[in-house]
Every structure is written in structure tokens, then in C-alpha cells.
């Protein structure tokens, strides 16, 4: 690879003209619930972005790529992708909406068993989300400055200094 801000594939496009279209299809549908996600708390945003670029990634690599340059998701997908890292940022959000989304239940439920396997569910998930790595690179808030990119930040770094 002599571009640093080329993508490895994940996988061969779809020689079926029927598939591709089905994983077009699955892909814009899943960008498309990904993108509500970002405004509806009980909707996460990057399950379904992986989902994207996975189904891209066997119809339209193009398209693949684009979304992993995508100035907004692009860094979620990309950290995600080489270090199974979750910003600060993410965590924090899916942890208040979570904590909102359970309060909610707590308060409209009828029967005292939804509340609790709802909040079963949501503490498992926590668990997991804050025990995901945060990204090695530095974030907006913490870059060095004038630009000082870390060592640690490798082609992640060049993606988004390019971009």
C-alpha cells in the first residue's frame, strides 16, 4: 500500500449483480439508522455505521471509503476499527442516554419487572462500553500543540491530518 490513507479490504465485492444490490440496500438503510442515531438517545449511531461499512465494503468500496473519510464518522469507524477503541465523548453520551432512556422506564412502567431486566440489559451494556479503550491518538481537545501529531497515532493520524 503506497497511499497511507488507503483502506484494507474487508471483503470481495459481490460478484451477483442481485446481492450487491441487496448489500447496497442494507448499507444505505443501515448509514440511514445510524445518521437518526445521532439525534434519537435510544438509537446508537456506531453498531450501525459498522454494519455500513461492512455491507459497502461487498457492494461499493467506493462508498466504503467514503464514509470511513467522513469527517464525523469516519474517526469513530477508523478507531474502532484498528484499536476496538470508543472516544470519551461516546461513552459518555451513550451512558446519559442510557441513564435517561432507564429513568424513563423506572417512571412510566406498570410492572416493577420491565424497570428491572430494562436496567439488567443497559448495566451490561455500560460495562462494556466503559471498558472499551479509549483511541491512542489525541482527540481535538487534547492535540499537542501547533499540530504535533503523537507517535502513537501511526496512519490514523496521516487520515485525519489529510482530511
Known sequence: MDDPTALPEDAPVCASPLRRRLWLALGYAAVGLGIAGTVLPLLPTTPFLLLAAGAF??????????????PRFGPLLRDWQSEGAIPRKAKAAALIGMSASWAIVALTASRPLVPILAGTCMAAVAVYIVTRPSPSRPGPQDAAPDGVAAAEGGNVSALRNEA
Open 57 to 70: 465494503a461487498k457492494s461499493s468500496p467506493a462508498l466504503r471509503d467514503r464514509l470511513y473519510r467522513d
